[in-house]
């Protein structure tokens, strides 16, 4: 194996895994270390627990042998965490809660560990945290990573296509037995602010209501979608629903609930509210699954196996190319950079209006 | 294709399907159809939505074109309801609901249609009721059915590796992003009174506790269990929840609700429950995923198929013998058969200090 | 369910699905009828078996309720065939085999049933007919079908992502049996021309050889990569090749056979002619699988679903349209439409030293 | 956790996988070594590559730890070979090739490591091991593996649920395929004495044709099979084929090769030898798919994991109970010991007038 030749002093980079975890996470890892090893002689150490591996000095070495039949395999072998933003640390003093920015310390402790350069793969808010860094002069780039596919800066994430296949699986489940019995199910899927998945796998499976947070909905216009069908025979109807789709009136399905232990908003039973009103509405049986966590788990996909290692790829070399301050995305069939700071700025919601509700609609599909 | 010599007097028989659908009933129509034509020459009638479908005369004629692609897949093609008992058959006399028997005139609607015998697939209630049809003189021979596998008469019953296949795949996508993330993961499954799906797929997909109804649990020693994997460097844990599972206390986990549709008891939400408790005593995060009819759906393993073309084919047999009231069965490595008299009288519950309850324990496994 | 204010004068369409099967062909011939009923209120008509169908009259009125539940499954309910070309119709005179032009008849044909324009579904070779009508003055629309992805025209094709999860699967489940057992494993796939698949699959399943139409190799680099892998203490490898994967020396691997049976091409047992070299080079033991038509077959993934849907229902909109003589295509992430014209003159190969191929060389894969 | 009281002198066990790979092999490990740690508080060694590493003293020790994760994992931790029989050792004398009787060593290397008692892994070949070391007086219990379900002493083993599985999705997807394209689908299977294999997965998939070496074939009756069935319109057929399939002639397909690297007998070849005969006798075109090692690869069945994990934890319990030279079997229900003895000395094949054949053939299955 040849190494390619650079001009960059960069010798050893840190990678890390930041916010829930995505099946893919691990393919941008192996990439990464292989890729940094192979490609340009580098050296690799990977944070534990996100951002707080950098704080608290916690890493391994990372070598090819350590990375070796990872990529067929969900969640992440440096694990990972919502918490522990080194510009805004949770401490307690004198039993009270508060704050502190250890941004400096992290920045001290990548120093004495002879880091370079960071490979940051999170979220908006890991990537927040990542551009923060790079303003402070860490030579940084950012590794989309968002199960709900809502960053804009990219056209897609890698965890998305196994998310929506996970989900889009248990609707073809659901599909036999709500034909045998004459059930209107249920399926809630993730989603708070943005409707992908619910999309998708509801056009995936043949769903015949999608609830989505970006198309406010009525119970009585999905009753009455149901109540159509079953004057045309069919005595079932699948519902997937959104976990943040919301009413036309403006009410919330469910009440957020701000959670202690920092995942902000946990929504969760809005699936079985629906399921009641819809019951009541249309007197027919109904069933509600809660994929919940499924969706983050498994084996992941080829797509984003595939999309995961390009991307880690793509990481290393802009490193060494000294493209600080970017992100890897996926513009059509490309894996480009853009900066850093124009990824973080925008959610990607879907379209109300756009050609995949309207190629649902025209399969359809009521939204309800 | 050479038929059978056989002494019956049989012509015609009449198949229907009852009770919740399970993978693998298309496989027993399929083999019950395509055994009687080819073996026996004898010509088939699928009733529509279980016993309904004699009381209605609602039926298909069934030849091999129409079982033809059938095998693969879930659900029923006959339909299939908890409601509609010809011996307790519910009708509104005056806007009074009240029950009628109705059993003499589905008798006369099989002698109308030509049929001279039924097999009848179905769970306890099912037959239940095949029995009483017996006992009235009509030649009935019955397939059991019962996806939590909780029927004494037989060993299996097709349908339960399906759901406790995916109830296995369940727990390894959860164990991927709980390891990743330090979270505690609750998978609630089917068995109301049973637990062979918690326990079977707590065992395969390697759950840390397993809760059934046969073993009462206390939130304090699922906890125990959690916090000695915590500090055994294990900061997640995956606990496997039948819908039936009972505190120790003899107190309900959650009210079990009478429905008015007909399905007896709705559980539901133990596993929420349960994971609110763990939550608050070992403070980590927890997550639910609740399966729901996701274990009825898809379509039925290698396993189920078989089993279920096994028992079709041994119905037909049984029918064409003459040995009227009797189940097929699997015993051991055989496909039997016993009286039905004996086969609905007895509930198959998990024994508690059993072999596999005990090889679960060997391996680490917590029943709470 | 209101209509669209169109004003096409198209009534009826005819829908046709030609050469090899691929998966999401049911998803499209779905979108086709749900759309163009739903949508515009037209008639539509399913032709049996490719072109044939439109030669010998042979046809379904095609309502929702034919393509209701066709969806998850793989084939296509219309039959097809790589036969039977209107413009080069195979005909037996006197004895010998010889080839008219019968597409007036065929056209005739389509008056007769009041068909007033197509939507033909199919690769290369049926879309290069399409075109012909087209020019004959039939309004039509095309949708791009090759499973092997080697069409320039549009990014994606439908099925490719099926048959690329196929033989990443094949490649995971050889991953444990090669590593357990110290063996070469070889994978054959499809790919005549183009090495998609095998270029896809293998980065997905993490194979250690890749072996494409587009990059010719040699035996010896081949071993020589398995060699250094066994003295890293890997003592396995899994080589994935492309059926029409080409020696450097020009040397065709195995001889193309022309086939009787109107399949131009049949290659085959390029895996266990390699699989035998690398034994006798390397010394350790190989096996061989050769997934063969696996990969068209089975339950198309999320991705080919709607993706499938897209392009039905953007044909149908085509046509109402009157942009007739185009394709549908997927151009990044939105589907759009390109001249027939244009889209059956070139073939999509993969770039040697394009982002994929370095991609898959920076993660450690050998081109061989 | 508390240790059951026991009066075994037994401190430290090893534990070996020999012969071919099977899925399941890591659920029996891990509860060989969870169970001897956690109920016995033994320590427990793993052997490298099965006999191999008791006569290379290459070993690792084996905690919960190493065994953590492992269970929904194809192959062994261990490795494992058909090589290096301690009792037939191969060795190069004067560049001459001989065998040597290595069996006092190997106890001398298991005394060294302070072994008391071994769990060996295995299939005939290594149970026949096994049994010559508890002659020896090694304190020794055996867990049947064998793929294929040939073992005559154990009702199921672990590794035949997973291998049908994949044999019958396979069989699932060659139908799309077949159907939409009208052409016979050969399956080549594993199963060179006996066609457990190919019988199950056949019924499984709904196969037309199964071929197997316990009921001889004739091309003649195969082509019939599938001229029958073209008369009545179904223009595909599925033929399925163990590998040992044998013609009634008493003529093999294909020449058994004497293989040198070990593997005593490799076949293969038979689907398409037979491919080329259906494609002359019926003109209709045959496709062929040879799964090969893909049987024996992936991640085991919850059916596989949970008979691996029974079976793991009786064998320990028989070591500890002092049953020497038995071996673990499923009978029935239950798991139960049988002497190493009687389990090694019969092959268990199809009875070819069985009740399973029966079956099949009632539900249209030609066995040529």
Redesign the interface.
């Known amino acids: ?1 040849s190494l390619n030749k650079i001009n960059s002093n960069i010798k050893k980079i840190g990678v890390l ?1 930041g916010g ?2 995505a ?1 893919g ?1 691990n393919a941008v890892i ?2 990464v270390v ?2 940094a090893i ?2 340009y002689g580098l050296e690799v150490v990977g944070f534990i ?1 996100g951002f707080s591996g950098i704080i608290h000095k916690d890493y391994r070495e990372l070598t ?1 042998a350590n990375v ?2 990872i ?6 072998i440096l ?3 919502n918490r522990d933003n080194p510009f805004r640390y949770a401490v307690e003093i004198n039993g009270e809660k508060t704050f502190q920015d250890v941004s400096d310390q992290a920045i001290e402790n990548l120093k004495d560990l002879g880091i370079d350069a960071l490979a940051i793969i999170g979220g908006d808010g890991s990537l927040a945290i990542a551009y923060e860094f790079y303003k402070k002069g860490i030579p940084v780039v950012g590794i989309p990573k968002t199960i709900d596919n809502d960053l804009s800066a990219t ?1 897609v994430t890698f965890g998305f ?1 196994t998310a ?3 989900a ?3 609707i ?12 209107v ?1 249920i399926l809630e899927v993730m989603g708070r602010y943005a409707g992908w998945i619910a999309l ?2 509801g ?4 769903a015949d209501v999608i609830l989505l947070p970006e198309k406010p909905f009525t119970i009585e216009r999905i009753c009455a979608k149901i109540q159509e069908r079953s004057n045309m025979g ?1 005595k079932f109807s699948i519902v997937v629903v959104a976990e943040g789709a919301k009413l036309e009136s403006g009410e919330m399905v469910v009440q957020r609930m701000v959670h202690e ?1 920092h ?1 902000p908003v946990r929504l ?1 039973g809005i699936g ?1 509210r629906i399921g009641e009103d819809i ?1 009541r509405c249309t007197g027919m ?1 109904t ?8 969706q ?4 992941p ?3 984003d ?2 999309l995961g ?2 991307f ?3 990481a ?1 070399e802009l490193l060494v190319d000294g493209k600080y301050g970017h992100m890897v995305a996926l ?5 480009q950079e853009v900066t850093l700071d124009s990824a973080i700025s925008q959610l990607k919601q879907v379209d109300p209006h756009g ?2 509700v ?3 609609e ?3 599909v009521s939204f309800g």
Chains 1, 2, 3, 4 share one sequence.
């Open positions: 194996m895994t829930g975890d099946p996470l192996r990439a292989k890729s192979r490609q627990n090819e070796s039949g990529l067929p395999r969900g969640g992440t694990g990972t965490t056209d296509d929506l296949t996970t889009s699986e248990a073809d489940k659901l599909h036999t037995t709500a034909e045998s019995h004459h059930r199910m998708h796998a056009i995936a499976g043949g069919k232990s995942d969760g079985n019951e049986e069933r509600v699954t809660v994929l919940g966590h499924l983050r788990g498994g084996s996909t080829a797509y196996r595939i290692t390009r880690g790829v793509k290393v513009k059509g069939a490309e894996v050609e995949l309207r190629a649902a025209a399969v359809g």
